[in-house]
């Protein structure tokens, strides 16, 4: 007797084959894709962000009251508070630099961004010297902010002053990139 011939489905079994593999690679992409626009997505929203315009503030910040400065005196050290924005997060209330205004013997308000121009660490008021120094490096300034040695590449960074409502303090705060000669806003 003959054994039986069993069918030949090896095209069936190819084709069944190739179109598992289709749908494997369609479902596999669909289900790489979608979270790769997500993701992009997310990394891409800071560039796509459009910048605040700062039309809508005159940039002054309230940093405290005249009555604690001293006419010829030494120049007091303010922090700046306000909101801190990175890439994807917004700070609201944090500290984000600080200020040192003095007034002259005439009622002349000056101030300086507190930030060394060498590599940005915060500038320190000497008063038995009479003047700023940066712990980090030894970068060295006069009592009018101009460098007195050539470790920082600029003199500090004057800010606009103005007294507001008789006695409050406003400076137009503004970072700018250490370890260049040129004041570059940050």
């Not at 002054?60 to 006419?71: D, H, Y």
């Not at 590449?153 to 406003?170: F, G, Y």
């Not at 503004?174 to 570059?184: D, L, Q, V």
Request: with cysteine; net charge negative; glycine share 8%.
């Amino acid at each position: 007797m003959t054994e039986p011939h069993a069918p030949d489905f090896s095209d069936d079994n190819k084709r069944r084959g190739f179109i598992v593999k289709i749908a494997a690679i369609i479902v596999g992409g669909v289900t790489s894709i979608i979270p790769a626009i997500f993701a992009g997505g997310f990394f891409l929203t800071p560039l796509l962000k459009k910048k605040e315009d700062s039309a809508e503030t005159d940039g002054f910040v309230r940093v405290g009251s005249s009555a604690s400065l001293v006419p010829g005196g030494p120049p007091l050290a303010f922090k700046i508070r306000g909101i801190k924005k990175d890439a994807w997060t917004t700070y609201a209330e944090a500290d984000i630099g600080s200020v040192y205004v003095k007034m002259d013997a005439e009622g002349v308000l000056t101030a300086f961004n507190a930030t060394c121009t060498h590599l940005g660490c915060t500038v320190n008021f000497k008063a038995e010297e009479n003047s700023f120094a940066c712990p980090c490096h030894d970068s060295a300034f006069a009592f009018d902010g101009t460098r007195t040695n050539e470790i920082p590449p600029r003199h500090m960074d004057a800010l606009d002053v103005e007294l507001r409502n008789e006695d409050e303090l406003w400076v137009k705060y503004e970072s700018y990139r250490a370890g260049t000669s040129e004041k570059i806003p940050v």
